[in-house]
């Protein structure tokens, strides 16, 4: 069956750049996306890449995907200590509603 | 402005008691979902509704119930069933139902927080 599967914890110092990790099982993904969720409150849409694209960029995000490891990242340029938040990876098979999402990366920025 | 509102933000229920939790949308969204977060676990799908008088079970329905009569609105009855109902609930919608090859984008709400007593 479906799954994605992130690292529990990141943790990067003020200004450096950060780089969370996420690989999905379901060959017939099409899309991928990226959400932030803030203590207490519910997710936000960061970005999100069709699968016949390997790399989206905006403003300090990076989104890289390599299909054929089936591996996905989000790379946060100069991280700051509002980017403190859980990240979760997910991705939508082709011709379903469904989201199958990761169990979320806590990234902490310290000073 | 248009968006989700989970209502309540906090719940507390007393063991053997059913709960409702509401969810309502003005965004004329066509499809709602129900989310259930444990820490280290992710999101786990409860049930979802691709459309007035019609939704699905999810991963982990067990313990848990829905109406879907309007199109804003899709509360979740944690039931007495649920074995372990303390967590994070959080309902989300997105503008298309079935078979929807496109990007699927889900608009969540500001979640609720259930603890059993």
């Known amino acids: 069956g479906e799954d994605v599967e992130q690292s529990l914890f990141l943790s990067v110092r003020e200004g450096d750049s950060s780089v969370i990790n996420c690989t999905y099982t379901d060959s017939s993904s099409t899309y991928l996306y990226w959400y932030k969720q803030e203590p207490g409150a519910g997710l936000q849409l960061l970005t999100y890449?069709?699968?016949?694209?390997d790399m989206k960029q905006d403003q300090r995000l990076t989104v890289l995907l390599n299909k054929k490891d089936k591996h996905l990242s989000l790379r946060i340029a100069d991280t700051q200590t509002g980017d403190s938040a859980i990240y979760f990876c997910?991705?939508?098979?082709?011709?379903?509603?469904?989201?199958?999402f990761g169990t979320g990366t806590r990234l902490q920025v310290f000073p | 402005d248009g968006g989700i509102t989970q209502s309540p933000k906090y719940l507390f229920r007393k063991e053997g008691q059913n709960v409702t939790l509401s969810c309502e949308q003005n965004l004329n969204h066509d499809a709602m979902y129900w989310y259930r977060q444990d820490p280290g676990q992710g999101l786990r799908l409860i049930y979802y509704?691709?459309?007035?008088?019609?939704?699905q079970k999810g991963d982990i329905a067990e313990g848990y119930s829905v109406s879907r009569e309007k199109k804003e609105s899709f509360p979740l009855t944690v039931t007495s069933a649920q074995k372990n109902p303390t967590a994070f609930y959080l309902c989300?919608?997105?503008?298309?139902?079935?078979?929807?090859?496109?990007?699927?984008?889900?608009?969540f709400g500001a979640g609720s927080r259930l603890t059993v007593l």
């Open positions: 989300a919608s997105s503008p298309t139902g079935t078979g929807f090859s496109g990007a699927n984008v889900l608009t």
């Open positions: 997910a991705e939508k098979a082709y011709n379903t509603d469904k989201l199958i």
């Open positions: 890449i069709f699968s016949n694209m």
């Open positions: 509704s691709q459309i007035v008088n019609d939704f």
